[in-house]
């Protein structure tokens, strides 16, 4: 079992940076590939971002590609996002996910283990 707890969720201004943590707890962190969804009200949960258990190979959705980055620290069991100009259409419950595996995946069905969410609002 793997207990994952997003923080760092808020609201800004667009074309500001949130930085999302996500703590994970339970099993070996650096044994688990991580992901980040989003899902907007009224949409459906959209994958965001995801990495390698150590780190090497990222992917990012279209959408975000050149804004955000995926990062983790295995020391410390935790993932990022780092999310720099921000866009209204960014606004979402953000999740991060875990999954036992060596590559990275996109899809949310391939995840096992999701956290609470963490909301990020964007303003214009």
């Known amino acids: 079992q793997v207990h994952l707890l997003e923080s760092g969720g808020g609201m800004v201004q667009a074309g500001g940076s949130l930085r999302l943590s996500c703590a994970a707890s339970?099993?070996?962190?650096?044994?688990?590939?991580m992901g980040w969804f989003r899902q907007a009200p009224g949409k459906e949960r959209e994958f965001v971002a995801a990495t390698s258990r150590s780190g090497g190979i990222t992917s990012y959705a279209d959408s975000v590609k050149g804004r955000f980055t995926i990062s983790r620290d295995n020391a410390k069991d935790t993932v990022y996002l780092q999310m720099n100009s921000l866009k209204p259409e960014d606004t979402a419950v953000y999740y991060c996910?875990?999954?036992?595996?060596?590559?990275?995946?996109?899809?949310?069905?391939?995840?096992?283990?999701w956290g609470q969410g963490t909301q990020v609002t964007v303003s214009s």
């Open positions: 339970g099993r070996t962190f650096s044994s688990y590939a």
């Open positions: 996910a875990a999954v036992a595996g060596s590559y990275y995946y996109i899809r949310a069905y391939e995840y096992v283990y």
